[in-house]
């Protein structure tokens, strides 16, 4: 099988020739890595041959993004997407988010135009294959899109296209604690945001898909919880995101894109509904929120492939304790339904051998369970 072929395999719960394989890892993580030994020329996808490529959406309201200081390791800059942020310029940590623009109901009526899609032929495409979570470069035209696009399909890899989702998205411009506050006082208003921003993804999808770039997969990034449970609660949900999120399935269906979801957290009181809005496959798994690949199995079968679960903590730890959670959860995938993934990301404290030895152990064990 392609890589494409193999995971489709897998989103539909058929077998796979072998087991299908992806990773994210920490920005410093691979840089660490490079003093151990991973060659510098080489992507990690390329080098571990991973099985899924990424391009992302630019779905923000394209304020004018640009550094606005560097002081020792830290850079602040305002985000496209309404917000400022002091961060490590070169790893990752805890982001201290400051301005957000949606102040008010005031300044949404000024910030709610910048979520529509131009149709000026000069505006930046609103696609790219850098991550837009700190794009600080310009994007590239509309017919540059295109070639990145046809030179990773061409690739033969599973193709997703990336986006936030509609909680994820409008927290950035409104502002985390203000959005969650608003979810009680003004559910009414978040939904509305929440629906000005899926219209827009939902457009530029259409776009990407008028100028023949069809994506096998969209990704969703949405994180709804935290390790105990999630950030409002599911009647709040129900009301205010999911019908974006329903549409959203409706136009992927329609077009023949797998709809895959991001969200870390304890998120099982949402699964269902998530399934029902058309979620084929959910990400990271968090062992640490106690989400578990297998019994999510046992519960949702043929419903839900899961991609990823296998505990990050362990990574770092002795070895007969990754091998022990491989073990458990690599079988999955000799029927379809999983792709390996670690339950979030991997941190720079893993070192290079040992995630090779990691990998190695999973597609040794997926082996001998016949895929």
Partial sequence: MTSRERVTAAVAHEPPDRLPCDESFWEDTIEAWREQGFPRDVAPADYFDFDLRFMYLDTSPRFEQKVLAREGPYVTYADRFGYTVKKFADRCSTMEFRNHVTQDRAAWE??????????????????????????LDPYPTWEQAVEKYQRLYST????????????????????????????????????????????????V?????????????????????????????????????????????????????????????????????????????????????????????????????????????????????????????????ADGGYIFHSDHSVPPQVHFDRYRRILEMARQCSMEQGT
């Fill in 110 to 135: 000024h910030v709610r135009p910048r979520f529509v899609l131009s149709d000026d032929p000069a505006e930046p495409a609103r696609i790219d294959d850098a991550s837009c979570f700190a794009h």
């Fill in 205 to 333: 999808l259409k776009r990407c898909i008028d100028r023949g770039m069809k994506p096998d997969g969209f990704f969703a990034v949405d994180d709804l919880g935290h390790t105990g449970g999630l950030l409002m609660s599911p009647d709040s949900w129900r009301g205010i995101f999911r019908p974006a999120v329903e549409r959203l399935g409706e136009f992927l269906s329609r077009n023949g894109i797998a709809f895959w979801m991001h969200s870390c957290g304890d998120v099982r009181l949402l699964i269902d509904d998530l399934i029902d809005c058309g979620v084929r496959v959910l990400n990271p798994v968090q062992v640490a929120a106690g989400l578990d690949v297998v019994q999510l199995r046992k519960r949702y079968g043929k419903r839900l492939a899961l991609y990823g679960g296998i505990d990050a903590r362990l990574m770092s730890g002795p070895e007969e304790a990754i091998r022990k959670n491989l073990e458990e959860k690599i079988p999955l995938a």
């Fill in 156 to 203: 033969n890899r599973y193709l997703l296209f990336a986006a936030y989702g509609p909680w994820e998205s409008t927290w950035r411009h409104r502002g985390y604690e203000n959005l969650l506050t608003d979810v009680m006082d003004d559910p009414d208003w978040v939904r509305e945001m929440a629906d000005t921003h899926q219209a827009l993804v939902i457009a």
